[in-house]
């Protein structure tokens, strides 16, 4: 059907700053799935654009 894909090794090359954290603000994830602890983010959806531009979303802020 489909050949094989090419396996890409993948490896951490950042970090959410931490100027950038919100782990003093409340949110729902925070209150309803981490029982009200401290959440600075919680980013999902790694995603490339043909450019090489990274997108994620902190769904506990609702950042992109």
Not at 8 to 18: K, L, N, R, S, Y
Not at 51 to 60: P, Q, W
Request: aromatic content about 10%; proline content about 9%.
């Amino acid at each position: 059907m489909y050949p094989q894909p090419t396996v890409i090794e993948p490896t951490i090359f950042a970090q959410v700053p931490d100027e950038l954290q919100l782990s003093d603000r409340d949110s729902h994830m925070s209150r309803d799935i981490f029982r009200g602890r401290p959440l600075g983010s919680f980013l999902e959806g790694p995603s490339f654009d043909s450019d090489g531009n990274l997108y994620v979303v902190d769904i506990a802020h609702g950042r992109i």
